[in-house]
């Protein structure tokens, strides 16, 4: 049966400060959505807070997986839940090698009963595993005797990304893509190895202002925040005119949240 991830009438506050203030979202298995929006309006508040980040603080509302409330689980066990944020390990581990990280992670959500140390996924059948994901991506092997994101490119940080994603195989992957310092060889990575993964079993959040991702994987839904809120819902002839036009319209259209985006801006300064 396919699986939803609902948030509903979700509100966050970071310190003192609210960031979301309602927020309501459905992304079902085999569904993509974009979420866009300007600088700063939370989107990646949103991607901590389903992440379970200790700063991001939920003081009302609800995320669920499945009708499984999130609110009381670690990062852990939603991975186990399937879901599967992009940033998540952005770490640098040295001395782990990604196939070691890659076997760990894989053992956890396939085996929740999982004791440390003990039941990893035996190394043949995941080496197996390993190789045939790398062969579909057009990976080289070497990749994987690499040490996690150590010295890796801004390319190589993503491949490792699409990577993950092969091998977890989780019901949502939630892709916060904000850093607008990645090449076009990156976001080629992203977009096409995006592409070759996304299928009926998987639900995607796109977070991005980068127009080569989302036309490599057209969005069902396309979601436009504003100080803190989704605004507007469209398909996505609206991702298409928010990279032509900016938000300009949108804060036209909705002058009660435009008015607090400049309020924020105020206070923060
Ligand atoms: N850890 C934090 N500490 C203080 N303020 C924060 C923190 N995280 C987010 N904020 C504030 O919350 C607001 C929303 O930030 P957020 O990073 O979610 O925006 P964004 O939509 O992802 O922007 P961008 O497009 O630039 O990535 C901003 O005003 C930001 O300063
Ligand atoms: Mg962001």
Do not use: W
């Amino acid at each position: 049966m396919n699986s939803v991830l609902k948030i509903e009438d979700l509100h966050v506050k970071v310190g003192e400060t609210p960031i979301l203030t309602g927020v309501n979202l459905e992304v079902k298995q085999g569904e993509i959505h974009a979420l866009m929006g300007p600088n700063g309006s939370g989107k990646s508040t949103l991607a901590y807070a389903l992440m379970g980040h200790p700063k991001y603080e939920i003081t009302h509302g609800k995320i669920e997986i499945g009708g499984v409330d999130l609110a009381e689980l670690d990062a852990c066990e939603r991975a186990r839940l399937g879901l599967f944020l992009a940033f998540q390990y952005p770490v640098t581990i040295p001395g782990v090698k990604v196939a070691d990280f890659l076997r760990l992670a894989i053992s956890n959500i396939r085996n929740p009963e999982r004791k440390e140390g003990e039941n990893l996924m035996p190394m043949r059948e995941f080496r197996t595993e390993l190789r045939q994901t790398m062969d579909q991506l057009n990976m080289d092997s070497e990749f994987a005797r690499r040490y996690l994101n150590d010295g890796f490119s801004g390319g190589e940080k993503k491949r490792m990304e699409i990577l993950q994603l092969a091998m977890l195989k989780p019901k949502f992957a939630i892709l916060d893509e904000t850093d607008s310092g990645l090449d076009s060889d990156a976001v080629r990575v992203v977009s096409e190895g995006l592409a070759k993964l996304s299928g009926p079993e998987m639900g995607v959040l796109i977070i991005t202002h980068h127009e080569r991702l989302l036309e490599y994987n057209e969005p069902q839904f396309t979601h436009v925040m504003l100080a803190g809120k989704i605004v507007e819902t469209g398909d996505a002839s609206l991702a298409r005119e928010l990279h032509e036009n900016g938000y300009t319209e949108v804060r036209k259209r909705h002058p009660e949240e435009a008015a607090l985006e400049t309020e924020q801006e105020t206070v923060a300064k």
